[in-house]
């Protein structure tokens, strides 16, 4: 087969999406003619390999400063038409594979695509926005209802993150037998429990991690407030940034456990981040928003049994690995935190199947031979 991607951003940019394509795209070129259109960043070729993907960068405009319900960076590329049906004429692809809905450039290729009569899968990575908050979650809704929606209809298939992804975001007019929920991934080769004097450096007998962009629909304010009542002898790392960044630590100072949080604000190789996760008792993510959170499958693939909370995808991804919370109940996550911490036997069969669950259900092998699956049955019934 020969899969055109289509996405704002690409491998080096460090994001979920980016980095689910970049796995994604290194496991499908195996067997298959695989290519990206994509944003030029600085620093980046126009045209180069990589991992056997070929990789076509458009010269582009990135925007930094967004409205909340829109990830930043945006990227608007020039002539993107040109680039699209150049690329494609180069290419000649079987699918066009569409990541996202929100960059209107992008994903006018859901339009010209019809010129090239060639099938347009597009992978919902978020959902519609629901729970967030009213003003987030009314521009998020407007964008779907007159541009969102529109993309979804013209897509010969929808995949989605996540079945809850799946049922609140695409219209209910598109027809469910075009759908699909394909997981996100994780390489479960790379993320794995390694030994670690971590937590004897952070001097504390019980540690958490929870790794996310410091921003409201994460409830990070949630979990500090649980600290207080999580024994004395836990710690939590809090491993992002964002616009909250100070809010929180203020909170954390205020509720008298400033030095029972600590803040990782700058970058850190993904080696550090296994660290944590390897170093950690168990992982915790107050969402209040969460489509997928692959930040779940990163710390259950090192071991780490999750108490999260029953938003979004996050049942689907959890599962059986660890203990699911009402949102905004700091006195939940503390129960929970506290009965893992009392039971060494519920955190060691909790952590045996958050790894079995990561290898059997998410290791990007898996979830590439599902993409792969799902092109050649469309193709098949074509």
């Not at 952070?202 to 929870?210: D, N, Q, R, S, V």
Request: aromatic share 10%; glycine share 6%; proline share 6%.
């Amino acid at each position: 087969m020969r899969i055109l991607h289509v996405n704002p951003f690409f491998h080096p940019y460090l994001g979920g999406t980016e980095n689910y394509m970049f796995e994604l795209c290194k496991r499908l070129s195996r067997k298959n003619s695989v290519s990206v259109i994509t944003s030029r960043l600085p620093g980046t070729n126009r045209e180069e390999v990589v991992e056997g993907t070929k990789v076509y960068r458009m010269r582009s405009i990135i925007l930094k400063k967004l409205p909340a319900f829109l990830p930043p960076p945006y990227s608007i590329p020039f002539f993107f038409p040109h680039h699209f049906f150049k690329v494609c004429e180069k290419e000649k692809p079987d699918i066009i594979h569409l990541h996202n809905r929100f960059f209107l450039s992008f994903a006018s290729s859901a339009i010209w695509k019809k010129f090239l009569n060639k099938p347009l899968f597009l992978t919902l990575h978020n959902a519609r926005t629901v729970g967030i908050g009213k003003e987030i979650d009314r521009a998020g809704q407007l964008f779907d209802n007159l541009i969102g929606n529109r993309v979804m209809r013209r897509a010969d298939r929808i995949i989605a993150n996540s079945k809850w992804t799946l049922e609140v975001t695409v219209p209910k007019d598109y027809p469910r037998e075009r759908t699909e929920v394909i997981f996100n991934g994780v390489d479960t080769k790379k993320f794995k429990k390694i030994k670690t004097d971590l937590k004897d450096e952070l001097g504390c007998e019980f540690l958490a991690t929870t790794v996310c962009r410091l921003i409201p629909q994460k409830g990070v304010e949630y979990l500090i407030e649980a600290v207080k009542e999580i024994k004395h002898d836990f710690k939590v790392v809090v491993i992002g940034r964002g616009p909250k960044l100070g809010g929180l630590k203020a909170l954390a100072n205020k509720s008298g456990v400033g030095e029972r949080v600590i803040f990782v604000t700058q970058f850190i190789p993904t080696r550090k981040l296994i660290e944590y996760y390897s170093a950690s008792d168990f992982f915790i993510l107050p969402s209040l928003w969460e489509p997928f959170g692959i930040v779940l499958l990163e710390a259950m693939a090192c071991g780490n049994p999750v108490i999260s909370t029953t938003v979004g995808g996050i049942p689907e991804v959890v599962s059986d690995c660890g203990l699911l919370v009402e949102p905004r109940s700091p006195e939940y996550i503390a129960e929970a935190a506290n009965k893992l911490i009392d039971d060494k036997k519920l955190r060691k069969k909790l952590s045996r199947k958050a790894r079995e669950r990561s290898e059997k259900v998410f290791d990007f092998d898996v979830i590439a031979g599902k993409v792969e699956r799902s092109y050649s049955d469309y193709l098949g019934g074509m």
